[in-house]
């Protein structure tokens, strides 16, 4: 990018009812305008003979008349462009809408089908878990600590029947400054 467009590069953010309103209250204006302030020049018609009847006066009544056409043609032209330009926009702002909807109707599919999902991670974490209770076991208790699934649930059937106590002492001896000493 060139240095000096990436300091002025910002992001803007303009909702699809706003592009609506500026497509069908500011562009239409904006046609009516160039429609209204137009049409006295477009309609001014001028003979050749108005310039006279030497034959630089001719010239001159021809080039006039011609340079006429040509811009009346170019007000014309930018006025079909503004109304070319809204129709896209609002095409465009219909398209992308119907975008967001599929694209939303998808992710919520998607989510759908995960809705009492067991994932292979909770299954063979928590099989693993059963398959090495003996390894896992403690040796002050004798029993393997709870299996826990990711949200913090107990898995059905495997709640201990004496939960372990939280500890009563801090795990590191606590500094008079407020902190805690470490070893």
């Known amino acids: 990018m060139i240095p000096e467009l990436a300091s002025a590069v910002h992001t803007v953010e303009v909702t699809i009812d706003a592009i609506r309103d500026i497509a069908n209250s500011t562009l239409p204006n904006a046609e009516n305008d160039a429609t209204h302030s137009s049409t006295h020049f477009r309609n001014l018609t001028l003979d050749v003979s108005s310039f006279g009847d030497s034959p630089l006066g001719e010239e001159l009544g021809r080039q006039h008349k011609g340079a006429h056409e040509v811009f009346v043609e170019t007000i014309r032209g930018t006025i079909k462009d503004l109304q070319d330009f809204r129709q896209k926009l609002l095409d465009a702002m219909d398209n992308h809408e119907s975008t967001d909807a599929a694209a939303q109707a998808m992710l919520l599919s998607i989510s759908k089908r995960y809705h ?63 902190g805690a000493t470490y070893s």
Request: zero cysteines; glycine letters at 8%.
């Open 116 to 178: 009492g999902h067991e994932y292979h991670s909770d299954h063979n974490y928590n099989q693993a878990r059963t398959d090495q209770s003996e390894n896992l076991r403690t040796s002050s208790s004798g029993e393997a600590p709870p299996a826990n699934t990711f949200d913090g649930s107990q898995p059905a059937g495997d709640t201990p029947a004496n939960p372990p106590a939280p500890p009563s002492t801090p795990a590191a001896p606590v500094d008079p400054a407020g």
